[in-house]
């Protein structure tokens, strides 16, 4: 069955530090990756997304993450946290079989310290 | 407008109530889906509609109503909750069904009394 998995329900990192969030994935076909990130109160905002090609995946706000095909990951990087980057950020895999459906992890939160 | 709105952003119901959340796309979109997103848990996606036809029910209770005249325009009507209902509701629109990337709009935070 697909399924998502964030490992880590809740991070906190300095302000300044590097960042590194973990999703890993199950699923049968070639997968279409995505990292959305939800501010309090807000719906979700796509971060990026990974379909095919470059495994490395430039997204807004500075966020990269790397498509690892024989790791089933999908980890979300950033070099230098903001403190506006506080937030809780889903991963979500997609494929022509799934019709169009999403399955998402469970999220992690993130929390930065001044 | 841009992107997917969403009203109201805030309902409080009783459980005998009827009432209805409404999203709006204006990015020429095709396809629509309505998610619950409860605390704690993952997003749980209800429907999709393609082309104003509806072509997934995640087995959600027939108190929750989907409605997509046209789409632009996407409804859930709402009858006859139970607490456990209460989340927040997201609508999203993508070019077409399938793996096209999905935009969400703000969400209609729900509570039923």
């Known amino acids: 069955a697909q399924s998502v998995t964030q490992p880590d329900i809740h991070i906190t990192v300095s302000e300044g530090a590097s960042l590194e969030l973990r999703c890993n994935y199950s699923y049968g076909a070639t997968p279409y990756l995505f990292w959305y990130v939800q501010s309090p109160g807000q719906g979700l905002q796509l971060l990026l997304k990974y379909f095919s090609g470059d495994t490395l995946v430039q997204g807004i706000k500075g966020f990269e993450a790397e498509f690892k095909r024989s790791q089933s990951s999908f980890n979300l990087r950033k070099p230098s946290v903001h403190w506006s980057d506080a937030a809780e950020y889903f991963c979500a895999v997609g494929g022509y079989n799934q019709g169009g459906k999403l399955i998402f992890g469970q999220g992690t939160e993130l929390s930065v310290k001044p | 407008e841009t992107g997917v709105t969403q009203t109201p952003r805030h309902l409080v119901m009783g459980m005998t109530n009827k009432k209805s959340l409404k999203c709006e796309q204006h990015l020429g979109h095709n396809a629509m889906y309505w998610y619950k997103q409860s605390a704690k848990k993952p997003l749980e996606l209800m429907f999709v509609?393609?082309?104003?036809?509806?072509?997934e029910n995640n087995s959600v209770p027939s108190r929750f109503s989907p409605e997509c005249p046209n789409s632009s325009h996407l409804f859930l009507h709402l009858h006859t909750l139970q607490p456990e209902d209460s989340a927040l509701y997201l609508c999203?629109?993508?070019?077409?069904?399938?793996?096209?990337?999905?935009?969400f709009g703000p969400g209609t935070r729900l509570t039923v009394l």
């Open positions: 509609y393609n082309f104003k036809e509806q072509t």
């Open positions: 999203a629109s993508s070019q077409e069904r399938g793996t096209d990337t999905q935009y």
